[in-house]
C-alpha cells in the first residue's frame, strides 16, 4: 500500500476544496492514487460543494449560543448564496450546530474547525442542500465572576451581538446584566465596529477627515436649499484630535463669542460647560459612528455608551466598564456579485 503523505492530501484539498480529513480518507482509499480519489470524493458528493467555490455566499443566518448562568457566549456567521436557502431548516439546524461546535471546542479559526470531524458533517450537509454554504467567522467570550456578560440576536437571525464588562465585584457583575443586554441591542442597531476611539489609527483618523467635513458642507447645501436647519461643521471628527491646546482655544474661542453677544461676564461660567459639550459632539463624529463607547445611548442620547454603563453600575452599588464586543452582521463587507442574466444566457447558448 502507498503512504500517503501529507503534501498528497494538501493537492487534493486544493484541487476539489473538499475538507482534509476527507481527502486522507479517499487516498488511503485509493492506496495514493489522485484520480481515482478525486473520483470517490465526487462519487460520495463530498467534492460537488467545491464546484460551487467561484460563488459569492453573502445571505446566511448567524447563530448565538450562551452559557445559563451568562459566563460564556460564542456567535457565528453561516453563509449562503440565497436567501431563500437560509430559511431552510435544515440550514437553520446547520447554523445552531455551527454555534454549539464553536461554543464547545473554540476551535483556533474557520480553517481548524473544518479540518475537524465537524467539518466532515458540515459539507455532507452543504452537499443535501446543494448550495454554496460556509462558515465566515465566529467568536467567542468568557466572563469571570467579577465580569458580566450578555448577548443579542436579532430577530431575523442576521445580526448577533456580545458584550462583557469589567467590574468591581460578583455582586455588580450580576446586578449589570440586564444593562448588558440593552447594550447588545445597542450595538446590534448602530453598527459599532471598536469599541473606543483610542483604538482608532491616526492616520485613518487624518484621512477620514477633510472628506468628512466636505460631506457634512454638501449636505448643509441640499437642507439650505430646502429650507431646513444647518448642521454645525466641525473642524475635527474624532475625540484623537481634542488635545489640550484644541479644547483651550475652543473655550476662549466660546468665552469671546459670549462676550461679543454681550453677555455678562458673571454669567459666562454656567453657559461655557454646555457650549464645549457641544463643541465636542460637533467634533466627535466618527467617534459617535463607530467606537461603542462613544456612540450616544440609543436608549438615553443624552449620555454615551460608557456614560450609561457607568450610571447604572452605580445604581447597583459599584463600578463597571466594557472591556469588549463582537458583533457579526450577515454579509457585512461581502461585495455582492450583481449577476447579467443576458449575458449568462448568451453564454450557455454560444
Do not use: W
Not at 16 to 29: F, G
Not at 123 to 141: A, D, P, Q, S
Not at 170 to 193: F, G, N, R, V
Request: one cysteine or more; aromatic letters at 4%.
Amino acid at each position: 500500500m502507498a503512504a500517503v503523505t501529507a503534501a498528497m492530501v494538501k493537492e487534493l484539498r486544493q484541487a476539489t476544496d473538499a475538507p482534509m480529513m476527507d481527502c486522507k480518507k479517499v487516498l488511503v482509499e485509493a492506496d495514493g492514487d489522485m484520480e481515482k480519489a478525486k473520483e470517490l470524493l465526487k462519487e460520495r458528493g463530498i467534492a460537488k460543494a467545491a464546484k460551487k467555490a467561484d460563488r459569492v455566499a453573502a445571505e446566511g443566518l448567524v447563530g448565538l449560543k450562551m452559557a445559563d448562568d451568562n459566563s460564556k457566549a460564542s456567535v457565528v456567521e453561516v453563509n449562503s448564496e440565497t436567501d431563500f436557502v437560509a430559511q431552510n431548516e435544515g440550514f437553520q439546524n446547520l447554523v445552531k450546530d455551527t454555534a454549539e461546535e464553536v461554543y464547545n471546542n473554540q476551535p483556533a479559526d474557520v480553517d481548524a474547525l473544518m479540518a475537524s470531524e465537524f467539518g466532515a458533517k458540515f459539507t455532507e450537509t452543504v452537499t443535501k442542500i446543494g448550495e454554496k454554504i460556509e462558515v465566515r467567522r465566529f467568536g467567542t467570550l468568557t466572563a469571570a465572576p467579577d465580569e458580566a456578560l450578555n448577548a443579542y440576536i436579532h430577530s431575523n437571525s442576521r445580526i448577533a451581538v456580545i458584550v462583557k464588562a469589567k467590574c468591581d465585584s460578583e455582586k455588580t457583575a450580576e446586578c449589570m446584566k440586564d444593562t448588558l443586554k440593552q447594550i447588545a441591542m445597542h450595538a446590534s442597531a448602530m453598527k459599532p465596529t471598536t469599541l473606543s476611539y483610542k483604538d482608532f489609527d491616526p492616520e485613518y483618523v487624518a484621512s477620514e477627515t477633510q472628506g468628512r467635513i466636505e460631506a457634512l458642507k454638501k449636505e448643509n447645501e441640499e437642507l439650505k436649499r430646502l429650507g431646513k436647519p444647518l448642521k454645525n461643521v466641525p473642524k475635527y471628527i474624532s475625540m484623537m484630535q481634542l488635545t489640550d491646546e484644541v479644547m483651550k482655544q475652543a473655550e476662549a474661542d466660546i468665552k469671546a463669542e459670549l462676550l461679543a453677544e454681550g453677555k455678562p461676564e458673571k454669567i459666562l461660567d454656567k453657559i461655557i460647560p454646555g457650549k464645549i459639550a457641544r463643541f465636542i459632539l460637533d467634533n466627535t463624529l466618527l467617534d459617535q459612528e463607530q467606537a461603542l463607547l462613544d456612540q450616544q445611548y440609543v436608549l438615553d442620547d443624552k449620555l454615551t455608551v460608557a456614560q450609561a454603563v457607568e450610571k447604572a453600575a452605580k445604581a447597583c452599588g459599584g463600578t463597571a466598564e466594557i472591556t469588549e464586543f463582537i458583533r457579526l452582521e450577515v454579509g457585512e463587507g461581502i461585495e455582492k456579485k450583481e449577476d447579467d442574466f443576458a449575458a449568462e444566457v448568451a453564454a450557455q447558448m454560444s
